[in-house]
């Protein structure tokens, strides 16, 4: 007997579901990622935003202070430590004022049970720095500024095929 009756059997309906199963399983998993993604760049930029105030506030008080380590008031969870070390240059040069220091600040939080950090580093000239005044100014020459560049030379140019001009 044949049988003329339309419809699905059983198992054409539990693959189906499971397909289904499967499908919204997967949605699920790629929202609950992307909201970790999002929560862990928050913690990324309030660490960086926390590093630049701090920064900006240790600037204002010309980096004098007498703390290395701290938390932040403002923050729960958040902790700071601050380096100040001599930076090594070829521009340093204490007869012109110039001795730089290298300012690394680090900002810490604990997610997840790992410690994680976000670093800001910034240099400082610990000289003095004056004002030049017009007459200072005027009276330097351009061939005595140690910056200006020096021109250059017979310089051999080739043109589009690697021939020399002549």
């Known amino acids: 007997m044949p049988r003329n009756e339309k419809g699905f059997t059983l198992l054409e309906v539990i693959v189906s579901l499971t397909i289904l199963a499967l ?5 699920i998993q790629m929202f609950s990622g992307g ?8 913690r990324y930029m309030t660490a960086v935003y926390l590093a630049q105030q701090k920064i900006t506030q240790l600037e ?10 701290g938390e932040f008031e403002n923050q ?19 007869e012109a004022g110039i001795l730089l220091q290298k300012i690394s600040l680090r900002v810490f ?10 670093q800001l580093v910034s240099l400082q000239n610990l000289g003095e720095t004056r004002v030049a005044s ?33």
Do not use: C, H
């Not at 909201?35 to 928050?42: E, F, I, P, R, T």
């Not at 969870?77 to 204490?94: K, M």
């Not at 500024?145 to 020399?164: A, Q, Y």
């Open 134 to 166: 017009m007459d200072q100014l005027a009276s330097s020459s351009p061939s005595s500024n140690p910056f200006k560049p020096k021109p250059i030379e017979n310089i051999k140019t080739k043109d589009s095929r690697g021939l020399e001009p002549k």
């Open 60 to 69: 204002l008080d010309s980096f004098k202070t007498e703390l290395a380590v």
């Open 35 to 42: 909201l970790n993604q999002a929560s862990q760049s928050d």
């Open 76 to 94: 729960e969870g958040y902790s700071w430590q601050l380096e100040i070390l001599p930076y090594e240059s070829q521009i340093n040069n204490e």
């Open 109 to 118: 939080w604990v997610e997840k049970g790992q410690e994680k950090e976000v």
């Open 23 to 27: 499908s919204i399983l997967s949605l």
